[in-house]
């Protein structure tokens, strides 16, 4: 068989020139990927208007300290994970993500951890716990979270303060209404009401050494405690005045000690 190397010869320099073409074309058409620089970071914070921890000038220090702002660096330089591992040290941060875009931004999300009782014990101890049951460091949040106050240690207040805290929050009406805990040595607990010139005790709250009981534990007794508690506002103080009690004891399941405000 006779092999027309001439024409094989054209064939595989018309691919190669091909090749190249594209190759040319790619590099001409669009700008230079390698030293292409980021022109826009976007820094995103979810729930920052009601949460107040961090906000998007605090994220950009950060970084700048750090030397690793991403705006006007080469793309290809800004490593990413990098850029997370350093965010995510903050302990007001739940969570974040960086990526980069063609267009040569970089977008920074973050979640941030959601406060739920903030403690001030009388050890002198004042932090926050978040809804994943965790201490977080005192700051200058102040949006209007329930306090809890007296003997309380780091280890209380993370398995039984913020279940409480947190049944109570989740009540449109007792989170309006309760704007305090108070834990007595003995471990009885006092709740003082926005409204009304008296303090209500519910007792001890119910111990476990199964963690997964314990949620389950407190918030039924908490239901059972505020539900008694609620009807006796109904029934019984919208008739007699909120200001004639100083003390309300709901401990006990069947009955309601009140102590008289001395006139």
């Known amino acids: 068989m006779h092999i027309n190397w001439k024409k094989t010869i054209i064939v595989t320099m ?26 826009q970071v976007n820094i995103n914070i979810e729930d920052e208007a009601t949460n107040g ?37 903050s302990p007001f941060v739940k969570n974040v993500e960086c990526y980069k875009t063609e267009d040569g931004h970089v977008s920074i999300a973050l979640t941030q951890r959601m406060p739920t009782v903030r403690i001030k014990a009388d050890n ?3 932090y926050y716990i978040d809804d994943n049951h965790s201490v977080m460091p005192n700051s200058k949040y102040t949006s209007d979270l329930i306090i ?16 409480l805290a947190e049944n109570l929050m989740s009540n449109e009406f007792w989170k309006n209404q309760i704007v305090q805990i108070n834990v007595l040595p003995n471990k009885g607990v006092e709740l003082v009401p926005r409204v ?9 709250l119910p111990e476990t050494k ?19 508690l609620e009807k006796f506002y109904k029934y019984g103080l919208s008739q007699a005045g909120w200001n004639k009690y ?13 102590k008289k405000q001395v006139e």
């Open 124 to 126: 002198g101890e004042d």
């Open 148 to 163: 809890a106050t007296g003997h309380i240690n780091k280890w209380y207040a993370r398995n039984y303060i913020s279940y």
């Open 246 to 258: 100083t003390y309300i004891n709901i401990e006990f399941d069947n009955q309601i000690i009140c």
């Open 210 to 228: 199964y963690v997964n009981m314990r949620q389950k534990l407190i918030s039924e007794y908490v239901t059972k405690k505020m539900d008694r």
């Open 14 to 39: 018309d691919i190669i020139l091909g090749g190249y073409l594209v190759v040319a074309f790619s590099a001409f058409g669009k700008p230079n990927v390698v030293q292409r620089v980021c022109t």
């Open 196 to 204: 009304g010139n008296h303090i209500v005790y519910i007792g001890q």
């Open 53 to 89: 921890f961090i906000s998007a000038a605090e994220i950009k220090n950060r970084l700048e300290k750090k030397h690793i702002y991403p705006l006007s660096k080469l793309m290809q330089n800004i490593n990413t994970r990098v850029i997370e591992e350093t965010l995510e040290q």
